[in-house]
Every structure is written in C-alpha cells, then in structure tokens.
C-alpha cells in the first residue's frame, strides 16, 4: 500500500522541537516532501528529496528519513509556523502521487 | 517570475459541466508535468493526476479516473481540469501545481473555488 500515515496533530511550545512523522511501505523506494499550508493560503514546499530545502524555507525546518519513515522537525517552532503539514510521495513505480491525512501544528 | 495562475471561483449546478484553468508564466511549460488537487471543505490534499504538456501524456488517481478529465494547450501555456457532470460532492478548492525537478510540487497556483448547488 502507498497510503502515507501521518498523526492528526502536534502540539508544542514557542522554542521548542516539532517532529511529524509519515510512514508509508513505499517511502524507502520514493523520495517525499513535505508541505506547509496556512488558513486560505495555497501549500507550499518546505522539504524535498526527504531531506532537501527549498531557497526561502528557514533553516529551521528539516527532514530526515529512516526505512517507512519520513520526518519534519521544527526547530525553534515560531507562532508562524502554525499550520497544516502534509507529506507527499508515489507509489513503487513513481506515476501516481499521494498525500498523506495531514498533521495540524498547534503552536501553544 | 515563475507563477501559475488559476481561473476564478465557480458556482454551478448539478449536473453542469465546468472547465477551469491553470496559466503558466515564466518557465517553459512543456518541459514539466503539472498536476491538479482536490482539497474539499475542512479536508486534506488530495492528488488528482498529472499531465506533461508536451505530448498530453496524463495519469489519474483510481480515485478520480472516469470522473475528470486534465487537458493541457501548449500553445498558451495552459492546463485544464475538466467536468462532464458536476456533482454536490465537487463543491471544493482545487489548486494546480508544478511537479519540479526536485520531485515534489514546487509551485502552486492560487486555487479555485468551485461551488456546485441546486
């Protein structure tokens, strides 16, 4: 199954580390990314290539991959950076792409 | 700069049929496939399929073949999704986006709204 698993939410404070995991088989096969989307806001790319930032995304934000595992840390969460996160990937043959549930950051 | 942009909100009834845009400007847009996703009310992402403007080459979700149809015109550097037949359970925000080099969806449009209500 392709399906990517991930929590429906994540609670921390200010200053402190925000982990959200997504977990899928296909993951050791296929890279995945990550996006943040704000209230009325269109998604934006924060990580690619499981590990990779995109120019303009803080340094604060950083993926990390292990096996079925994928990872977004938040280091020094920030009130801003209170939104949805959603990974994304493909199945084993890389053509069909899919999201995982999504994951609320609520920053305290 | 590198942008797409999406046609605007739509209200339409059941069982209408609907066209809506995505125009890319400031890349070369046969060289990179362009996908369209489905986010209803409150919901997450969903990825709907894919199309390479070069050749029309496209795939779909099992989710959502049969029930859309992703056009693309090189010509004007557009891509459509399309409905024959629009349902109360297509009321939702539909965004497109680039898929990069970096395999993953690095520019997104704006989204459009389409509302379907008797």
């Known amino acids: 199954s392709y399906d990517l698993t991930q929590p429906p939410s994540v609670s921390v404070s200010p200053g402190q580390t925000a982990r959200i995991t997504c977990s899928a088989d296909?993951?050791?096969?296929?890279?995945a990314c990550w996006y943040q989307q704000k209230p009325g806001q269109a998604p934006v790319l924060v990580i690619y290539?499981?590990?990779e930032r995109p120019s303009g995304i803080p340094e604060r934000f950083s993926g990390s991959s292990s096996g079925t595992i994928v990872t977004l840390t938040i280091s020094g969460v920030q009130a801003e950076d209170e939104a949805d996160y959603y990974c994304?990937?493909?199945?084993?043959?890389?053509?069909?792409?899919?999201f995982g549930g999504g994951t609320k950051l609520t920053v305290l | 700069e590198v942008q797409l942009v999406q046609s605007g909100a739509e209200v339409k009834e059941p069982g209408e049929s609907l066209k809506i845009s995505c125009k890319a400007s400031?890349?070369?847009?046969?060289?990179?496939?362009i996908g369209w996703v489905r986010q209803m009310p409150g919901k997450g992402l969903e990825w709907m399929g894919i199309?390479?403007?070069?050749?029309?080459?496209?795939r779909y979700s099992p989710s959502f073949q049969g029930q859309v149809t992703i056009l693309a015109d090189k010509s004007i550097s557009t891509a459509y999704l399309q409905w024959s037949s629009l349902k109360a359970s297509d009321t939702a925000m539909y965004y497109c986006?680039?898929?990069?080099?970096?395999?993953?969806?690095?520019?997104w449009g704006q989204g459009t709204m389409v509302t379907v209500s008797s």
């Open positions: 986006a680039r898929f990069g080099l970096e395999k993953a969806f690095d520019i």
């Open positions: 400031g890349y070369s847009f046969t060289t990179y496939w």
């Open positions: 199309i390479y403007p070069d050749d029309s080459d496209s």
């Open positions: 296909t993951l050791p096969k296929q890279y």
């Open positions: 290539k499981d590990t």
């Open positions: 994304q990937s493909a199945d084993s043959s890389g053509t069909y792409k899919v």
